[in-house]
């Protein structure tokens, strides 16, 4: 049996000397060094915040209506204690060599308890399934209250899983199987190893915690990831252009133009070869032009979303008509680079431009109403508080960003590398698209306040004339534009029943398509990996639930669906011209593609 492995004289070896000595020398050496650097940076920055995500005051008004209504928090007591007597009774049954069912099971997705110790052993048996119960009462109280302010529920409840998500045995030395086996197996040099680690993630972070999730060394922007040909043929201070080398004889008459997001880098959609969205649609015979944002820093604090629009969107349309001769294109934006290109559109649409023949949105939200569990990060004082932080700055720091994305997926994202860094002391994996996580950027000052404030808090881009950019009253109703449409069912970021409403928004023709997995590994889906279903459902009922009932599912990747889409659109949408050589036409090249802005690193 597992639990044997741990018990049993496997002989706990003793940990080498020459190592035991080196680890605490340097963790004298870098512990003071790390404490004496938080302290000062503590000093220059006015110390910390108190309760700066206001939290305090949503589990106040918990409090204070459930003990208004104290039957329910006793009938959720009485039935915690019922189980857990039940669970006590079982776990003698099973020391007694009897058989007894679980009074509650994990879900057979959660890694945490994938060692087989988490069942076959009494003890921890017992241990997981008090933890589960213990979760499952916490989370049914804090559900129950009644007369909740809607905001604040939501943030209790966010704030509650990640108490109970922190409170895993699986986080603990000696209530995880695996780590006590590793332990007894290496005389514990894993914890020893583990500390080394915790002590490099805390300088990383400058005094606080960067837990390193991938082997950052293995890669190199250019060298081994975003290594897709091409040439940047056009620049200013936001973005670069990057226009890709053709792989086929002919191409699209019509250029392909992508705007992702500038909250992340723009090779997750060139990270390898086998699973490049660029390559591939180069491979399809399109014309590939992607925006590289720049990482901005204080200098670009006064960029604001219209900036975004003139000196991205349009600043890239005039160049690839320059670069190709076209003046049509077909534009794809990811999440904000989305939000972005439907903005842009319907600026377009009041001005009569009809540049962009059709239009791909990439999980992308346009009406903010039910933002998702992101919303919890956005109310007026925690709002306050990071517009004092980017004032002082110019802009907001790629790191916060990227906490609270990971806070999302605490599970997957922050405790299962703290087991396995710290506590089984193991190197991280190296791991291409942890490694594009972790490359942070920053937002600029006026732009992410904007951004926040009117879309996220206000929702007014879903009202018509309820933002004005470049002196035009946006009004997304006018779009009428052919769009495409995908979203993923397991997405944090941008859920997919709220990106579901542009539906209702739009006038053009629409198509929208539901695929597996969540904001990344649902959009970066090559055909050939044999992974993620998709949905499909040629009517737009006002209701996604709906929708989805009566979609149907199809194995395999989304793309080649897409690419279908896209050449059927018009006559002209498959008429080939000679490929295009990037610098051979009225725009020079530049440099190599990637190009120079997306290798700016975050703490640059």
Known sequence: MADEKITETNQFRMPDPALVTRTMSEVAERGQRIVADFLKRQQDGGGPVPDPLNIGGAFLEMTTRLMANPASLVQAQLGFWQDYLTLWQNTARRMLGEAAAPVIAEDPKDRRFKDEAWRENEVFDFIKQSYLLSARYFQTVVGSVEGLDQKAAQKVDFYTRQFVDAMSPSNFLLTNPEVLRKTAETGGENLLKGLSHLLADLERGKGKLRIRMTDDSKFRVGENIAVTPGKVVYQNDLMQLIQYAPTTETVLRRPLVIFPPWINKFYILDLRPKNSFVKWATDQGHTVFVVSWVNPDEQLAEKGFDDYMRDGVYAALDAIEQATGERQVNAIGYCLGGTLLAT???????????????????????????????????????????????????????????????????????????????????????????????????????????????????????????IELLGVKIDLRKIRTPSYMISTREDHIAPWKSTYRATQLYTGPIRFVLAASGHIAGIVNPPGSGKYSHWVNESLPPDPEQWFETATELAGSWWPDWHRWITAQDKGAKEQVPARIPGNGALPALEDAPGSYVKVLGAD
Do not use: C
């Open 344 to 466: 842009t559109l319907a600026h377009m649409a009041a001005k009569r431009d009809t540049r962009v023949k059709t239009a791909t949105y990439f999980v992308t939200m346009t009406d903010f109403e039910e933002a998702g569990e992101l919303s919890v990060f956005i109310d007026e004082e925690q709002l306050r508080g990071l517009e004092e932080k980017m004032q002082q700055r110019g802009y907001l720091e790629g790191r916060e960003m990227a906490t609270t994305f990971n806070m999302l997926r605490a599970n997957d994202l922050i405790w299962s590398f703290v087991v396995n860094n710290y506590l089984l002391g193991q190197e991280p994996f190296p791991f291409d698209l942890l490694y594009w996580n972790d490359d942070s950027t920053r937002m600029p000052a006026k732009m992410h306040s904007f951004y926040l404030r009117r879309m996220y808090q206000a929702n007014d881009l879903a009202k018509p004339g309820g």
